[in-house]
């Protein structure tokens, strides 16, 4: 040791140290103290604060969608019900092989091959822990093959959910629409808190019309949730707190349509093969009892999800099986009007029942060359209007046509509620067309084309020309005639009922401004050619109607097609299918107490009353009760 | 008639020591000592099996880690002061070699270079944790205390070396843990009160030279401290999260493995460095104060043995070795509650991990050898 260093005094260096030690303590004490300070603070002031927070942090809202509204038809049959089905879904992060996965399921026909690449996308795009729908409806023999298989594939399950089914398919398409995937367009309309949770939306049909209806609420529920947000039961974890209260969702309104199914079935059929569209309605009150374009499409494709080829399949076919013809097709009426049209001339004045024409089956106006062709080259020789309804002279009417002017025309036409939409709950509705000089001049840019002229008004006369009309709008006519002039707005829905309280309301029929006449015989007059037309000796649809238990009257039409599509291949017997005449046929029955107004349209039928007054025939015949013989 | 003082001293040291106590001397071990660190441990383990989600092969491999950490404990109590102080420089420059050698071909692991493989791969720095403070401890041991103003330089340099090497790793939480018992021991040595207010004035320009040697995680990390809420999903989420979890657990907790934040991996880290937030959400303000009662009890009986040591080396080492422990226990709890930046210290003896918990064990064999190769009594 170092003897020049100071002497260490053992003693005096014992007492410096403990009096450090005592320093040093006392300043720990102090740090200890600023914890437990902290800890004060955290766990018993701000306790709630925390309390509250650690709770946000893993209660997360799910939303619980509501169970759909059902649809019946008016004798309660089911026309849209909610089918449990099992579904098909993949957990990405529980995957340990993605493509093998999806190999070997295509291998089993669980999915199909085409869709790989899709599901590959959406398995890697989105949250890892998040179920990816491979399959939205596994059918029964897809849930033995999966049950056994379930072991060799990790993250691959089925899940029960609920699906819109259709039990009467292509029959209600058109009418009762269908559901589809809520697009991100639906949700820009939508209440978004309405539909959290809710993966489809009425796309078309009553299902889109009375969407808000049939939807009902959203409810949610609380679910625990880690750090990733994935879910985890909140007994296995045994959470001592109880979660807060969660809200039931409110199922949709059942809708009650009047609709008839047995009429929309038998519609169906007797249109099956070609292309056209029936709709019934009762005259008193607007209910629709038919709404049937042809052809049709089975509805359960959409509300299932079908394959990218299916979709174009239907949307490429060239009928155009998801038209609906009978709301959206224009095709001009043809003689169908002609009972409007007397009217109207009575009325004016343009004719009497004393007016008798000499039918040779040529017209021409005064001082010109054209020559306006009746339907019957030989003619019908001596007619008067009764006449010309029921044998449908055009020549009569053309004589006439000029007598009552296009703008009166339009006029009279317009009280029947052509020309404009029908105010029908199905959206999509096109209004037709009644021309009118006023029209003519707003329609066209150029001026030698704004001028209206009397050879427009000669074939306007037989619903040729410009003039074009739903079948709706012909069936809404035709009750107005049946009526004798007291109108009904069209209308599916009946009622709609409350599924949890039982409660129906009923829709009220919405009365229209009636078509009114100066002389109420005019009515008589029409109607008993119409039912000439049916059941007279001289009547274009004699061998429809006569011998029937009950008075029919109805009227035929035929339209002539004007072009085909150019861009449209056709064989040559394609084009000469398609350039055939459209059959037309209105009718309304009985008689003296009409109960149904029909309106039947067949594209290229040639023969309004060949063709399409049968199929109007049996929907009456079906409804009124007497379809025995005749189906 | 009352014992006079000498009899009184006498008959007590003529007490019979019972089996159990006789026990602990030959195998020189302290109880009080002993016990406390069994408890800390015991309750550590049992919360650390609610961290590990209940993992029963991590807490196994935990209680395997801590029995390791007791027989390296054992292994140190028996060497005894006199001989760890002659072999202390060696340790010490050992140390340095085995740091340096770090830097060059040192492995690997989350961005940073700390781990050694020589046969068996360990950290240097953990030689350092006990190195530092000894080789202070010697180098005063047979000089005057209170030091001079060079000898405190001396020390200086002996502290940075291996505080600047550890940085580099960079390991700043280790760097800083280990210059903390080096001048834990300057301060026991009778380091001048003025001195050390001087030293507090300097550290303010010193904080910033260090500022702009910090990188920038480190720098984040103080930052985040300052303000947590500005960036909740980002740096500030870990504080966030703790603070959630323990204030959440208030005065009595949500139960043994019940706590949501724990649990459902809300909380980061929850098994090493945020442990102590798990406790206070599980067993609440209650469980949090026994846990720091514990603590508090080793670091008093510490102090004790290192009063009642009977060598300058002795007590300097004594002393130091039971207050890093306190630094250790106060930065982790202060980190975890938001009162300091996120440095990465476990809480020692809970904290799920091996390397530390052996380091801090051979730490207090070593006090327990100070304790228990004294000479009793002077004649």
Known sequence: MDLLSPIKDRYSERRIFIGRVVLTSVFATVLLGLVIARLVQLQVFDYEHFAERSLGNRIRIEAVPPIRGLVFDRQGRVLAENLPAYQLELIPEQVPDLDATLQRLAALELINASDIPRLKDLSQSGPRFKPVALNLRLDDEQIATFAIQRPRFSGVDFRPRLVRHYPQGEYIAHAVGYVGALSTSDLEKLDPSRYAGTTQTGKTGIENSYESLLHGYSGYRHIVTNARGRRVPAESRDLKETLPTDEQPTPGDNLYLSIDLDLQALATRKLAGRRGAVVAMDPWSGEVLALVSAPSFDPNLFAVGMSQSQFQALQQDTDLPLFNRAVRGTYPPGSTIKPMLALAALETGATNLERRTVCYGVFMLPNTTHRYRDWKPEGHGEVDVHDAIAQSCDVYFYEISNEIGIDRMHDYLSRFGLGATTGLDVVGERPGLVPSKEWKRRAFRNPADQRWFQGETVIASIGQGYMLATPLQLATATAALATRGVRYEPRIVAAWENPLTGERTLASPVRLDDVELENDSNWDTVIGAMNSVMQGSRGTARAVGTGAPYRMAGKSGTAQVFSVAQDEEYDEEEIEERLKDHALFIAFAPVDNPKIAVAVIVENGSSGSGVAAPIAKAVMDKYLGYDDAAD | ?379
């Not at chain 2, 493989?117 to 047979?142: C, N, T």
């Not at chain 2, 080492?317 to 996120?342: D, E, H, Q």
């Open chain 2, 1 to 379: 008639m009352p014992l006079t003082e000498t009899q009184r001293v006498l008959t007590a040291k003529a007490a019979p020591l019972n089996d159990f106590t006789r026990a602990l001397r030959r195998l020189h071990l302290d109880g009080p000592l002993l016990g406390g660190l069994l408890l800390i441990c015991g309750f550590g383990l049992v919360v650390l099996y609610s961290a590990v989600g209940e993992n029963m092969r991590l807490w196994l491999n935990q209680v395997v880690r801590l029995g390791v950490a007791l027989v390296a404990m054992l292994v140190a109590a028996q060497i005894s002061p006199e001989f760890l102080r002659r072999w202390t420089p060696w340790a010490y420059l050992g140390g340095l070699v085995l740091l340096a050698l770090v830097l060059v071909t040192g492995e690997v692991g989350q961005g940073a270079r700390r781990w050694l493989d020589l046969g068996i791969r360990f950290q240097p720095s953990e030689i350092m944790k006990l190195a530092v403070p000894m080789m202070a401890a010697w180098y005063l041991h047979d000089r005057p205390i209170p030091p001079r103003f060079s000898q405190i330089m001396i020390i200086a340099l002996i502290i940075v070396a291996p505080t600047v090497l550890i940085a580099r790793q960079p390991d700043l939480g280790t760097a800083l843990l280990i210059a903390a018992s080096g001048i834990i021991v300057i301060i026991l040595a009778g380091l001048s009160i003025r001195l050390m207010l001087a030293l507090a004035v300097l550290s303010v320009p010193g904080a910033y030279v260090l500022w702009n040697f910090m990188q920038d995680y480190q720098k984040q990390r103080v930052l985040t401290l300052l303000d947590a809420d500005s960036d909740p999903l980002g740096a500030g989420y870990n504080i966030i999260q703790s603070k959630i979890a323990i204030g959440s657990g208030g005065l009595f907790g949500k139960g043994w493995t019940n706590g949501s934040q724990a649990q459902l991996e809300f909380l980061p880290e929850r098994d090493t460095d945020f442990i102590f937030a798990v406790m206070g959400e599980e067993l609440g303000l209650l469980g949090v104060l026994s846990l720091l009662a514990l603590y508090m009890f080793v670091v008093a009986r510490g102090l004790y043995i290192a009063i009642q040591a009977h060598s300058s080396y002795a007590r300097l080492l004594a002393g130091s070795i039971s207050l890093t422990f306190f630094v250790y226990v106060f930065v982790n709890t202060a980190m975890v509650t938001g009162l300091v930046p996120v440095v990465g210290i476990p809480l020692p003896l809970v904290s799920f991990g091996g390397t530390s918990m052996v380091t801090l064990m051979a730490g207090f064999g070593i006090l327990m050898s100070i304790h228990t190769h004294r000479k009793l009594l002077p004649q």
